[in-house]
T-cell receptor
Framework: GNSVTQMEGPVTLSEEAFLTINCTYT??????LFWYVQYPGEGLQLLLK?????DKGSNKGFEATYRKETTSFHLEKGSVQVSDSAVYFC????????????FGEGTQLTVNP | GAGVSQSPSNKVTEKGKDVELRCDPI?????LYWYRQSLGQGLEFLIY????????KSGLPSDRFSAERTGGSVSTLTIQRTQQEDSAVYLC????????????FGSGTQLSVL
């Protein structure tokens, strides 16, 4: 079946630092890949997505590239802000998952001023 | 309302009691999902509704768990004879027709079984 593995957290950075959160996946077929974010006290929301190999999803300064050869979808941001503090979830859909999303464990990011 | 609404936001119950969790999806969203988020764990899929039918209920962990959806809108997740391992945040999400990937999540129900 499909699965998603995220880097172990939590991650603590200083403001303006570079962020990478690793995500790798196992799937049959050609899944779509996503990053969801959960800000404190709020529901999860879609941050960005990529639907085919080599696509780059981007939003709010965050980027992730769909790498089929390494089955990865790492999240990056060049300069984080305190307001980026949240839990980030990598996810995939399609293949044997059908219409459901399969999520990773989530990575807690804390950005200090 | 503008978003997915879940109630109650917190529920504390005694082991062995039944609980009902409610989800009001965004109007017009035909698909509805239930997930469970346990401490230190990722989101665990429970069940998916398309309209009032549930084509995928493979994630329900035992026959103590059931869910229904009526009128293509409100959904109720019922847990019978609750156990301590049922303690988790139960999340509901909905999506528009044709947008298979963009789920809108509620803030969840924190269930604590004592």
């Amino acid at each position: 079946g499909n699965s998603v593995t995220q880097m172990e957290g939590p991650v603590t950075l200083s403001e303006e630092a570079f962020l990478t959160i690793n995500c790798t996946y196992t799937a049959t077929g050609y899944p779509s890949l996503f990053w969801y974010v959960q800000y404190p006290g709020e529901g999860l929301q879609l941050l960005l997505k990529a639907t085919k190999a080599d696509d780059k999803g981007s939003n709010k300064g965050f980027e992730a590239t769909y790498r089929k050869e390494t089955t990865s979808f790492h999240l990056e941001k060049g300069s984080v802000q305190v307001s980026d503090s949240a839990v980030y979830f990598c996810a995939l859909s399609g293949g044997t998952s059908g219409s459901r999303l399969t999520f990773g464990e989530g990575t807690q990011l804390t950005v200090n001023p | 309302g503008a978003g997915v609404s879940q109630s109650p936001s917190n529920k504390v119950t005694e082991k062995g009691k039944d609980v009902e969790l409610r989800c009001d999806p965004i109007s017009g969203h035909t698909a509805l999902y239930w997930y469970r988020q346990s401490l230190g764990q990722g989101l665990e899929f429970l069940i998916y509704f398309q309209g009032n039918s549930a084509p995928d209920k493979s994630g329900l962990p035992s026959d103590r768990f059931s869910a229904e959806r009526t009128g293509g809108s409100v959904s109720t997740l019922t847990i019978q004879r609750t156990q301590q391992e049922d303690s988790a945040v139960y999340l509901c999400a909905s999506r528009r027709p044709g947008e298979a990937e963009k789920l809108f999540f509620g803030s969840g129900t924190q269930l604590s079984v004592l």
